[in-house]
């Protein structure tokens, strides 16, 4: 007989949540290997904002594509073996690409399309994850297993990864790729050994359970108002990460091996973030402190863009990394309060499509309008739209 939660000691310190930890901290090294390697291979291969954005937009389409129903086919079928499935898909697909740069094969074309099935993929892994790590941690322990994932995530994918990304990627980039794909391998197996949850699953008409998630989130208004200013916050997101890397290159003047480091500059940011905010939380209430990470991280996206300096670049890149993993963690707590525990799948992934899928329109619009001005203002655009959003949304999110 299979195991379930209900024979698994809950909270961050049982077996199940221990596991899952272990399972991320190995896929999300290999994350962030690919996270860098694959733009930086595309911006140093073809020296062009277009390509640079077209792959950018390739990576974040399936937010808007597939999310709405991987979630309610998650909601449906064992997270875990969701998870696992996904984990070897992404495998192979990161081996296939591997080859590809290893022979010379990576166009701008397999490079956009592996990066849409890479995304794909992960939008079933990451609505399964999120009802895994509620089941596992149980609602007592979530600011803390929120902040366990964000802390797991910044030292995988923002510090591990990017560090291994530079060395691998100065000495052969294909390498990058094969290191991606072997902690996909590792994942899925140490995932397989994580106990099995058997939340209530849903059934019915899929059409209507897809509705019946969306609905849900745009009539909540605790979860309205925190959609609307993700929604806002990733549109400028991709489009400076979507120019990060030509930007380091071309305006900051460093070497492609160099430029991994800040992204672990975003990585100790983070590292604070995510320790400090259920702490600040407690102290001022988590709606006051989500304005202020927001209204921080408009702040530094202007700063990186206006001051094109290394020093500056440094610290705006802290700051970074700071507002978004505190209110990264808050965010997610919230979401997960509200969310009835059977339709966490479906409410999951229309928060994803509301407040991701117009990612691609940032990282879309990146491109073009860096060609028509200059690669600093982007950054500047974005820190300003950003900014408003802290000041116009300030007050629904202080109330919820």
């Known amino acids: 007989m299979e195991r379930d939660v209900r024979h698994t000691a809950k909270g961050l ?35 062009s904002p277009l390509a640079v954005s077209a792959v950018a937009v390739a990576t974040t389409l399936p937010w808007l594509l597939i999310a709405l129903p991987a979630g309610a086919f998650v ?10 499935v996904a984990h070897w898909l992404r495998a192979g697909v990161t081996g296939l690409l591997a080859l590809a740069v290893h022979t010379g094969h990576a166009t701008v074309v397999v490079l956009c ?40 995530e910044t030292v995988g994918m923002d510090l591990a990864g990017p560090l291994a990304a530079a060395v691998l990627f100065w000495w052969a980039p294909a390498a990058c790729f094969a290191l991606d794909a072997t902690s996909f391998v590792a994942a899925a197996v140490l995932v397989s050994r994580v106990p099995d949850v058997a939340p209530e699953r849903a059934g019915g008409d899929l059409g209507g359970q897809l509705v019946e ?24 997101a991709a489009a400076i990460n979507a120019m990060l890397a030509l930007y380091s290159i071309q305006v900051l003047g460093l070497a492609e091996p160099v430029v991994p480091g800040l992204v672990v500059c975003m990585a100790a940011g983070a590292l604070l973030g995510a320790w400090s905010s259920p ?42 990394g700071v507002a978004s993993a505190g ?74």
Not at 23 to 46: H, Q
Not at 301 to 314: D, H, K, N, S, Y
Not at 341 to 363: D, E, I, K, Q
């Open 13 to 47: 310190h049982g077996r199940g949540f221990r596991a899952l930890t272990a399972a991320w901290a190995v896929s999300l090294v290999g994350d962030g290997v690919r996270v860098v390697a694959l733009p930086l291979f595309t911006a140093a291969s073809t020296r």
């Open 75 to 84: 909601d449906r079928w064992r997270p875990r073996t969701v998870v696992v």
């Open 113 to 152: 399309a592996t990066a849409f099935v890479l995304t794909s993929a992960e939008t079933f892994a990451d609505s399964a994850s999120q009802v895994l790590l509620v089941e596992l941690a149980g609602p007592d322990e979530l600011e803390a297993a929120n902040g366990r994932f964000v802390t797991v």
């Open 213 to 236: 998630g969306a609905r849900f989130l745009v009539r909540t208004p605790g979860l309205r108002s925190l959609v609307v200013a993700v929604a806002i916050t990733a549109v400028c």
């Open 279 to 320: 702490r600040l939380a407690s102290r001022w209430g988590p709606g006051r402190v989500m304005v202020g990470f927001l209204a921080l991280l408009g702040a530094a996206f202007a700063l990186f863009g206006l001051v094109p300096w290394l020093v500056v670049a440094v610290i705006a890149c802290v700051l970074f």
């Open 327 to 400: 209110w990264n963690v808050l965010s997610a707590t919230r979401r997960q309060r509200l969310t009835p525990g059977p339709m966490m799948g479906r409410v999951t992934s229309a928060y994803r499509v509301l407040a991701w899928g117009l990612s691609p329109l940032g990282a879309g619009l990146a491109g073009p309008l860096a060609a028509a001005t200059s690669l600093g203002t982007v950054y500047v655009v974005a820190g300003t739209i950003v900014g408003l959003t802290s000041i116009l949304l300030a007050r629904p999110l202080t109330r919820a």
